[in-house]
T-cell receptor, first 113, second 113 residues
């Protein structure tokens, strides 16, 4: 009963490095999304996808890229990491957009030095 | 735009104390309202929800009533347990932003034995 799986759990990058945060779900959910969680600011939407081959920007998309080649996977790419991207990142999924119960992964703690 | 404001933490209570975490919202129309909970080291999970005015959501001894006149959705529990220690997020379903679900900043709750 895996649900939403995120890897890695922790990552430290140097400024300018690139990396990909992985997210996979095994519930056949059409809708997937990435949030970042910062102290005092709640969760903010970075990018989302309503199905394979379809992605769109959320509130804070700058500095991040996504793709959705399969229903199961929704990786988040940091092209050139900056200290402002130090945060906890959560992937979430649900059956379809507008369905209110989101299923979250356990998060990735990212530090950019 | 739509927004959620919840009381700042941390909140520290003794076991069996009464809990209230305040949440107010600003939104157009009649959004659905939610409380999500994040236990240590885990992602968020839906705790309860209410979809229209005067609805009461309840789960695991927690309750919240959708108050349209005061634009509030306060979380209450009559007798908290150590296992309730977590971060609680108030959220609303928004049709005016890409987020669709807008989260408050979270309230950390710690329960002393």
């Amino acid at each position: 009963n895996a649900g939403v799986t995120q890897t890695p759990k922790f990552q430290v990058l140097k400024t300018g490095q690139s990396m990909t945060l992985q997210c996979a779900q095994d519930m056949n959910h059409e809708y997937m999304s990435w949030y970042r969680q910062d102290p005092g600011m709640g969760l903010r939407l970075i990018h989302y996808s309503v199905g394979a081959g379809i992605t769109d920007q959320g509130e804070v998309p700058n500095g991040y890229n996504v793709s959705r080649s399969t229903t199961e996977d929704f990786p988040l790419r940091l092209l050139s990491a900056a200290p402002s991207q130090t945060s906890v990142y959560f992937c979430a999924s649900t059956v379809t957009q507008g369905t209110e119960k989101l299923f979250f992964g356990s998060g990735t703690q990212l530090s950019v030095l | 735009g739509d927004s959620v404001t919840q009381m700042e933490g941390p909140v520290t209570l003794s076991e069996e104390a009464f809990l209230t975490i305040n949440c107010t919202y600003t939104a157009t129309g009649y959004p659905s309202l939610f409380w999500y909970v994040q236990y240590p080291g885990e992602g968020l999970q839906l705790l309860l929800k209410a979809t229209k005015a005067d609805d009461k959501g309840s789960n695991k001894g927690f309750e919240a009533t959708y108050r349209k006149e005061t634009t509030s959705f306060h979380l209450e529990k009559g007798s908290v347990q150590v296992s309730d220690s977590a971060v609680y997020f108030c959220a609303l379903g928004s049709y005016s932003s890409a987020s669709k679900i807008i989260f408050g900043s979270g309230t950390r709750l710690s329960i002393r034995p």
